[in-house]
T-cell receptor
């Protein structure tokens, strides 16, 4: 079963617009990672944010983490058609049965129209 | 540095057969994890190996097994295949067990007929 939920399930925007995806999770985490997947291929690692960080940037990506609300958001600025993909958040659990295990959300399907 | 590689990329098997999938991690990475992705269940953790030892296992039947070799390469095996085992199997590696960025390979698409 999935740890969390991603919102929205699908997002359709025009090139140049910003895209925001949200992720919620249920248990304590060491870190949260965001991935992109194109058409059932492998996952591409985008960014990792640790539990003691609140915000992180990488190029056109901005990730926030609110551990009190157990939620994270991924913002992609100035979207391009090439950003069309599924985006997943994954939490790295603290210990016990969560050790070493990434737990994924259901993903957000982003479509960027040229 | 080369990424995570998986072989084969595509596989077609029939029910009752067994299959072995192979994964080579990024050079220097000692942790290898396996995940199953299906449209219905999404991405689910199978197991993680570090230093040839299984460190954690997901909620899958005993038909799913794996191992890691001294060079960190890993294999997973599925015996007595069922139709529901059709999925994309993804391997991921990271430097150490249980922490840090996890990088994924392109996956093996398994179809069970």
């Amino acid at each position: 079963s999935q740890q969390g939920e991603e919102d929205p399930q699908a997002l359709s925007i025009q090139e140049g617009e910003n895209a925001t995806m949200n992720c919620s999770y249920k248990t304590s985490i060491n870190n949260l990672q965001w991935y992109r997947q194109n058409s059932g291929r492998g996952l591409v690692h985008l960014i990792l944010i640790r539990s003691n960080e609140r915000e992180k940037h990488s190029g056109r990506l901005r990730v926030t983490l609110d551990t009190s609300k157990k939620s994270s958001s991924l913002l992609i600025t100035a979207s391009r058609a090439a950003d069309t993909a599924s985006y997943f958040c994954a939490t790295d659990g603290v210990g016990g049965t969560s050790y070493g295990k990434l737990t994924f959300g259901q993903g957000t399907i982003l479509t960027v129209h040229p | 540095k080369a990424g995570v590689t998986q072989t084969p990329r595509y596989l077609i098997k029939t029910r009752g057969q067994q299959v072995t999938l192979s994964c080579s991690p990024i050079s220097g990475h000692r942790s290898v994890s396996w995940y199953q992705q299906t449209p219905g269940q999404g991405l689910q953790f199978l197991f993680e190996y570090f230093s040839e030892t299984q460190r954690n296992k997901g909620n899958f039947p005993g038909r799913f097994s794996g191992r890691q070799f001294s060079n960190s390469r890993s294999e997973m095996n599925v015996s007595t295949l069922e139709l529901g085992d059709s999925a994309l199997y993804l391997c991921a590696s990271r430097l150490l067990a249980g922490a840090g960025e996890q990088f994924f390979g392109p996956g093996t698409r398994l179809t069970v007929l």
